[in-house]
C-alpha cells in the first residue's frame, strides 16, 4: 500500500500520475480492522474490480476522540485497539492500493465541511466513496452523508452509505470491542475483529528487573495511545514465525515503583537474546489485576504461581 503522509504531499502524489484508473474510496478510524471495516472495505474493493480500478482510505492520526480528550485534563483518552502501524498493515494485508494519512490538528478539525471537500477528496478525483452509517466530519461535525451525497451528484462521484453490520443482534464498533477486550472476554472481541486480538511491538531495553528474580522478560515498545488490556495475562507468542508460550503484565509495575505503562513478558523455556526484534502477543486469559507488593521476594513468589497457572490455562 502506498502512503500518502498529509495534504502537503498530495500534490507530488498527483504529479507522479500514480493513478491512472477509476478510484474507490473510504474514510474512517478503522481502529481493529472490524468486520464492520471490512465490509466497507469490500465493498470498495468491489467497485475496483467491476472498473478495474484502485482504492483509497483516508484516516487520521491521532483519532478525534483523542485529539479531543487530550485537550481536556478531566477526559481520559479512550483505549486504541491498535497502534497505526498495526493498521497499516492490516489495510495493506487486505489489499488496499493507496492511503491518506491526515493529521489530526487545529487546522484539519477547524475545516468546515465544504472545505473538507475541496482541499481533501475533490482533488483525488475519486469515482465513488463509500463511508460508515455514523461518518460525519468537518467543525462541530456538521458534514454528514447528505452533504456528500450531493457533492457526489454534482460531480459524478457515486457516494453511498454502508448498513449498520451487527453480530449477536448489536453493531460491531470498535467500541464494543474495547469493552469486551478490557472485560477480558476475548472470544466476543476475536469474533468481531475476525481474528484474535493481538498486540505487535519491538522489544526494548527496560530496568532488567526481571533478570534479578530468575523471571527476565521482553519489554516492548507501546504506543502513546493507551491499550484496552491491563493486569497479568496468560499469553502466546509469535517470534520469526514461532509460537511461545508465555505470561504477561501490562502495567505500571507499582512494586518497582513504575510510573508509566509497561508491557513486559516473560517466554517460558526461553534465553535468546531478541532485542530490536517485533514480538505479537496474542492475550489467552487474565490471571489477576496487577498489585503492588511488600517487596521482591513477594513479587517473585506470586510471579512463580502466575506461571503455574498460566502454563495450565494455556494447555487447555
Known sequence: ?????????????????????????????????HLGHQAILSNIKNSAIETNGKTVVFFTEPHASEFFASMKSNDEVPPRLCPWREKFKLLDNFGIDFGFFLKFNNSLRQMTPEEFIQNILAPMKLSSL???????FGVNRQGDFNLLHRWGINNNIEVSNTETFKYLDERVSSTRIRKAVSENNFDLANDLLGRRYTFSGKIVHGQHLGRTIDVPTANLWLPKQKLPISGV??????????????????????TVGGTMPVLEVHLFNFSQDIYAQRLEVDFRHKIREEKKFKNLD???????????????????
Open 1 to 33: 500500500m502506498y502512503l500518502i503522509r498529509g495534504k502537503h504531499n498530495l500534490d507530488f502524489f498527483k504529479a507522479q500520475d500514480f493513478i491512472k484508473e477509476p478510484l474507490h474510496g473510504t474514510i474512517g478510524n478503522f481502529d481493529g480492522m
Open 130 to 136: 463509500t463511508i460508515g452509517d455514523d461518518f460525519r
Open 233 to 254: 495475562y496468560a499469553v502466546q507468542c509469535m517470534l520469526n514465525g514461532a509460537l511461545l508460550d508465555g505470561i504477561a503484565n501490562m502495567g505500571i509495575r507499582p
Open 298 to 316: 513477594m513479587l517473585k513468589s506470586q510471579i512463580k504461581k502466575d506461571i503455574a497457572l498460566a502454563k495450565t490455562l494455556l494447555q487447555k
